[in-house]
């Protein structure tokens, strides 16, 4: 007997890496260039090539698609990492208002970005370690 239901990851869903690397590319414009994200900007070095890859990497692997973050970088520890800055409810804020506009930007299936938004948004909430 073979089950016909195959889970399609969400990196399936929303395109695969083609979007993933739209996807961060539009986040880290944004932040750039939104006076809101100012605050978040301000946690990153000057240049965001590295950064850029390192989310295109962890993004992929936790949407699903190929080990391209633990591999390399071992498991994420987000929270510890991220521990060095105040992270509260502004920056979380800023935060999501940049992948909010990147998805709308880039993930064309709206179940799909309404699915991920949730989840990036469960995400950015854990990840306040500061009122």
């Not at 890496?17 to 900007?41: G, H, K």
């Not at 970005?113 to 854990?126: Q, T």
């Amino acid at each position: 007997m073979t089950d016909s239901t195959t889970a399609i990851s969400m990196f399936e869903r929303i395109g695969g890496s083609a979007t993933i690397d739209r996807l961060v590319d539009r986040f880290y414009d944004r932040m750039d260039t939104l006076p809101e994200a100012q605050v978040i900007r301000a946690m990153h070095a000057d240049d965001l090539g590295l950064i850029r890859d390192v989310l295109k990497r962890y993004l992929t692997e936790w949407t699903g698609g190929p080990r391209l973050y633990t591999p390399e970088k071992g498991h994420p520890r987000l929270r510890q990492r991220h521990f060095g800055f105040a992270i509260g409810d502004a920056e979380r804020d800023a935060w999501l208002r940049c992948m909010r506009g990147a998805l709308e930007e880039t993930v064309t299936d709206s179940a799909a970005r309404r699915d991920l938004d949730n989840a990036l948004s469960g995400l950015a909430d854990w990840m306040r370690n500061r009122p």
